[in-house]
């Protein structure tokens, strides 16, 4: 058994080292910026952290596995043979943000079971002066500037026609992106925010349903825990559950099935 209590408390030590590493190089003109094989870009600050949290988690937690956006690692913790747990690490997630000067991006850490079930998550965004963080069975929470952590709970909303929605952009939807533009022409509100921000912002209450088209395991488990921890539900467009699917869907709960018929209906 673990005591996710420390796990919690080593996540925020973690965090705290990242914000001091991803702050200093953010809007600084030695900020160095590469682009990966798949045309995204990666700064040296994404590889910094990663390799720091790396470091650290070999020390105090030399039995678990790690994944991370840069280094890899998904052969192993992912293997149907592998029985331990393993940490998930996106350095920073919004790195188009982060070179642009937009303060929307965040480090997320994320712990996961040997049954595969994320268990543990922090999202630290510094530069928004905010930190999201949760466990299994003990809320999700947020601080602000630093201030005593709040407890959260998704919204009540009942219908999508009164339902706010955050997304991040029209691409990688194929045969959904019909679909999903049309349903934004019945739903009361609609914001392209994109990235942790929306998910964080359903874990709140401040928005009701948050999807990304596509996205990978570090993209979406320290989000998935939190924003079932405040009530919500985290699935991928087909309707699984979970952290583990092609894309990211986030909501109160009450919308998700609804979500989900309007948005692959005739599929």
């Keep these: 058994m673990r005591d996710l209590a420390l796990d919690l408390s080593l996540a925020h030590r973690l965090a705290n080292a990242a914000d001091a590493l991803s702050m200093a190089k953010y809007r600084s003109s030695e900020l160095v910026i590469e682009t990966k094989p798949d045309l995204t870009p990666v700064t040296d600050a994404d590889k910094g952290i990663e390799f720091m949290i790396r470091d650290v988690l070999s020390q105090e937690r030399p039995l678990d596995l790690v994944i991370g956006e840069e280094f890899g690692g998904k052969e192993e913790a992912l293997a149907p043979t592998n029985t331990k747990y393993y940490w998930v690490i996106d350095p920073i997630d919004g790195t188009k943000n982060f070179v642009r000067g937009v303060p929307t991006w965040a480090t997320l850490i994320a712990l996961v079971n040997s049954e ?14 905010r930190r999201w963080f949760a466990y299994k069975g003990a809320g ?39 679909k999903f533009i049309d349903l934004q022409e019945r739903i009361w509100r609609t914001r392209g925010l994109g990235d942790f921000w929306s998910h964080m912002l359903v874990a709140e209450g401040s928005v009701d349903i948050a999807v990304e088209p596509s996205l990978a395991l570090w993209d979406m488990a320290a989000n998935a825990i939190i924003v079932t921890e405040a009530g919500g539900v985290f699935g991928d467009l087909n309707g699984g559950l979970g952290a583990h699917g092609p894309n990211g869907l986030s909501t109160n709960g009450k919308l998700h099935q609804a979500f989900l018929d309007a948005i692959n209906a005739g599929k």
């Design 116 to 129: 595969h079930e994320v268990i543990l998550g922090v999202v630290s965004a510094p530069a928004l002066y």
């Design 140 to 178: 999700a929470f947020v601080s602000e500037n630093g201030d005593t952590p709040r407890k959260l709970s998704v919204s009540a909303v009942t219908k999508l026609d009164d339902a706010s929605i955050s997304y991040s952009d029209l691409i990688g939807w194929g045969d959904r992106r019909q």
